[in-house]
């Protein structure tokens, strides 16, 4: 069964960059597609940045375009959340899930296709 465990959270003021990891184990992550998700105080969990499984097809969160990019990396069986030009707004838990799923751009950010999970990590963007 895959298990993962975030790590990289932390305390960046606005602007700043930071990078998240999801480290994989007791399965490839090459089968699997993987979505970091957030979920700010108050607010309902919503998807963030998805890579598709065999493929570089990523799909992003309008409010992380342009900001954010996701990376696999086989070898090191992690997935990374690069985060750039941080912002107050962008402060939550994050969480990486996977799927041996294809989901298409209607439906990445559909917490239901995802199995496993992780436990988290906090990011918070404040000066």
């Known amino acids: 069964q895959l298990q993962l465990v975030e790590s990289g959270g932390g305390l960046v003021q606005p602007g700043g960059s930071l990078r998240l990891s999801c480290a994989a184990s007791?399965?490839?992550?090459?089968?699997?597609?993987v979505t970091w998700f957030r979920q700010a105080p108050g607010k309902e969990r919503e998807g963030v940045v998805f890579l598709r499984r065999r493929s570089h097809i990523t799909f992003a969160a309008n409010s992380v375009k342009g900001r954010f990019t996701i990376r696999k990396d086989i070898g090191q069986n992690t997935v990374f959340l690069k985060m750039n030009n941080l912002k107050p707004e962008d402060t939550a838990v994050y969480y990486c899930?996977?799927?041996?799923?294809?989901?298409?751009?209607?439906?990445?950010?559909?917490?239901?296709?995802?199995?496993?999970w992780g436990q988290g990590t906090l990011v918070n963007v404040s000066s």
């Open positions: 899930a996977a799927g041996q799923i294809s989901p298409i751009a209607s439906s990445w950010y559909n917490a239901e296709l995802y199995n496993s």
């Open positions: 007791g399965a490839s992550l090459e089968s699997y597609s």
